[in-house]
């Protein structure tokens, strides 16, 4: 414990964000490559009789589904963001029975978070999915593929604890390695159970949704032995595990931004499955492959706000607001730098990746035109992100708030409608994101200059 007490106080910042940011940057990045993963594979499974471009219609199938899956990232990941970022600041008090209850407290509120969603796939999937569509081929997939991704959401949902634990810790790469194994079983099961090979049957859509939820619990399995193996400054017991209303309360006074962010997300992609309907199904279509695309690039970002804020978090309980500013400072400029070069890829490299998923023309046109002008707006969205991670550590979570709603709903939800009234909308709608990312990142740097001025007065 005092090595770890020791970097995340005294290290370099500039070379202590990067430390603990490069493992989950590329344990976050592995996660969004398996995402592209499994919906390159869908989208090149052959015709099933009597069924036109069927690997095109399930990739639109997984698009509606997707906003579901986005929720239980936003429940896991969000409360595991309050936990984490909890636990850093009563590591740097030294505050050893607090910690273990805000570490058994997140367990059981990941239970308890997973039971729900269990319902949620028992008798919520069908209304879902007839929200967006009337297609029976997308329907019939979607509630495949679906269902089996709810009933057995534990692996995501507990994963997201998990990881916390051990990146608040100073473990960064621990989480890493879980990260990578439960991605690379995915990629591996991805083409045995779609396509049926090595003596496995051809499962179509369901094997997508089988290799997703097996190489998740690898992930869930390979943390939970890493944190009760590793973390030998957590205690662990029944007893922690019992709901503290006040732990359960700071828990998530500091998570509820990050939950209501990533939700914000899924409902966004709710929000613009139902929009782009109104134009073409070609355009939900191209931006569910997008929207996989795009996450390579904003999970590096996130995995850089995911080391803003338990470094700022520590530094903060421990009153050295100096560090504070300086970890404010490089996490910025890291992500912004990181969101700069996701710019140039996809700019580059917009038709070959595109490509790869063998889509007919003007389902190819479209994304690649998403890639085009989106992108634009990355270098505004690396300051949200960065912000956001501030706002967290900060305990200011109505910022972080505040910004996810004008960059996620407020903005590009009425403007991508508007543009669907335009003589071009094929073109028009896709404005409507970078446009919300640079009024949203406006609205952060007046926030984060009030908060600091506010917060971080001279020691």
């Keep these: 414990m005092e090595?770890?007490?020791?970097?995340?106080?005294?290290?370099?910042?500039?070379?202590?964000?990067?430390?603990?940011?490069?493992?989950?940057?590329?344990?976050?990045?592995?996660?969004?490559?398996?995402?592209?993963?499994?919906?390159?594979?869908?989208?090149r499974m052959p015709d099933a009789p009597g069924i036109a471009h069927t690997g095109e219609i399930a990739v639109n199938a997984l698009t509606l589904a997707f906003p579901i899956q986005m929720?239980?990232?936003?429940f896991g990941i969000g409360t595991g963001v309050g936990v984490g970022a909890m636990l850093s600041r009563e590591l740097g008090q030294k505050k050893m029975e607090a910690v273990a209850r805000v570490a058994g407290n997140g367990i059981t509120l990941s239970l308890i978070m997973s039971a729900i969603f269990f319902l949620f796939g028992l008798f919520g999937i069908d209304p879902y999915l007839h929200t967006q569509t009337d297609d029976p081929n997308v329907l019939s997939m979607g509630h495949t593929y679906l269902t089996i991704c709810t009933l057995l959401c534990f692996g995501n949902v507990m994963y997201g604890i998990f990881e916390k634990l051990l990146q608040a810790t100073g473990r960064s790469l621990l989480s890493t390695i879980a990260m990578i194994s439960g991605a690379l079983t995915n990629i591996i099961l991805d083409p045995i159970m779609i396509y049926g090979l090595l003596g496995f049957p051809a499962l179509g859509i369901a094997g997508a949704a089988w290799a997703t939820v097996i190489g998740q619990m690898v992930s869930l399995a390979i943390s939970m032995v890493f944190h009760y193996t590793k973390n030998k400054e957590v205690k662990s017991g029944l007893s922690y595990m019992r709901l503290k209303p006040s732990t359960v309360r700071g828990i998530f006074s500091i998570g509820i931004s990050a939950i209501v962010m990533q939700a914000l997300m899924s409902f966004m992609t709710y929000g613009v499955n139902i929009i782009f309907a109104r134009v073409s199904q070609n355009a939900v279509t191209a931006y569910g492959i997008f929207y996989k695309i795009?996450?390579?690039?904003?999970f590096a970002g996130f995995g850089i706000r995911d080391a803003i804020?338990?470094?700022?978090?520590?530094?903060?309980?421990?009153?050295?607001?100096?560090?504070?500013?300086?970890g404010e400072k490089w996490g910025i400029l890291y992500t912004i730098v990181v969101m700069l070069i996701g710019t140039a890829l996809l700019q580059l490299c917009a038709a070959p990746l595109t490509g790869l998923f063998g889509l007919r023309a003007e389902t190819e046109t479209l994304c690649m035109r998403a890639m085009h002008i989106v992108s634009l707006g990355f270098v505004f969205a690396g300051v949200n992100i960065s912000a956001q991670g501030i706002f967290q550590a900060l305990q200011t979570g109505n910022s972080s708030l505040a910004v996810s709603l004008l960059r996620l709903l407020i903005i590009p939800l009425p403007l991508a409608f508007v543009f669907t009234l335009t003589g071009n909308p094929e073109y028009m709608i896709w404005w409507a994101f970078p446009i919300g990312e640079a009024v949203a990142a406006a609205a952060a740097v007046c926030l984060l200059i009030r908060i600091n001025r506010l917060r971080l007065k001279k020691n």
């Design 309 to 326: 804020t338990p470094v700022i978090s520590y530094n903060y309980g421990a009153g050295s607001r100096k560090r504070v500013r300086e």
């Design 71 to 74: 929720l239980f990232v936003a």
């Design 294 to 298: 795009q996450q390579f690039i904003f």
């Design 3 to 43: 090595n770890t007490e020791n970097r995340m106080g005294t290290a370099r910042m500039s070379t202590l964000m990067l430390k603990i940011s490069i493992p989950i940057i590329c344990s976050m990045m592995m996660q969004a490559l398996y995402n592209i993963v499994d919906s390159l594979f869908v989208a």
